[in-house]
T-cell receptor
């Protein structure tokens, strides 16, 4: 299995509070991704990173920010959580090549009350 | 933009039945195609992939063929087992930068004795 961990695995928070989710990899892959999974939508890309300090937006980036200060860590921050951000969040890693496979972490279940 | 359409679930089958889960896509260029599987409470695992037209991906008895003429990548298995019960996601990788994945909404498979 690809070495990907996510923390925390579960979190309950209140509307308006900041939340940071962490993804850590031991594979030294250049690309890292954050997706959210919601019923009826499959997985949708929030943000991704193609190197240290290099990030770009995905399909559903509003309300989220990311940072990557080291190759192995990719942080997702909800500056002011809303109930619509209740979801399961998955981190993925990959080499970024045209036929590349992405490998997924175990997920973080976030509930915003 | 890119999109993936999967058949609605849940799909309920008896053990040893034949499985087909339909997947069609819309994309520019020549994307790679993937099937991922998600067991309850877990992250996504790559099941199989195909990177060019007419390629057949296969793994654990599952198969899918990249059909460019019908823009399809249907998942098949000749004889399902209870342990195959999971949610299956069809996905394609973008041909632009970042190798971003676009997912279908997922199809839940339930296999009964």
């Amino acid at each position: 299995d690809a070495g990907i961990t996510q923390s925390p695995r579960h979190k309950v928070t209140e509307t308006g509070t900041p939340v940071t989710l962490r993804c850590h990899q031991t594979e030294n892959h250049r690309y890292m991704y954050w997706y959210r999974q919601d019923p009826g939508h499959g997985l949708r890309l929030i943000h991704y990173s193609y190197g240290v300090k290099d990030t770009d937006k995905g399909e559903v980036s509003d309300g989220y920010s990311v940072s990557r200060s080291k190759t192995e860590d990719f942080l997702l921050t909800l500056e002011s959580a809303t109930s619509s951000q209740t979801s399961v969040y998955f981190c993925a890693i990959g080499t970024g090549g045209g036929t590349d496979t992405q490998y997924f972490g175990p997920g973080t279940r976030l509930t915003v009350l | 933009g890119n999109s993936v359409t999967q058949m609605e679930g849940p799909v309920t089958l008896s053990e040893e039945a034949f499985l087909t889960i339909n997947c069609t896509y819309t994309a520019t260029g020549y994307p790679s195609l993937f099937w991922y599987v998600q067991y309850p409470g877990e992250g996504l695992q790559l099941l199989l992939k195909a990177t060019k037209a007419d390629d057949k991906g296969s793994n654990k008895g599952f198969e899918a063929t990249y059909r460019k003429e019908t823009t399809s990548f249907h998942l098949e298995k000749g004889s399902v087992q209870v342990s195959d019960s999971a949610v299956y996601f069809c996905a394609l990788s973008g041909t632009g930068g970042g190798n971003k994945l676009t997912f279908g909404t997922g199809t839940q498979l339930k296999v009964e004795l």
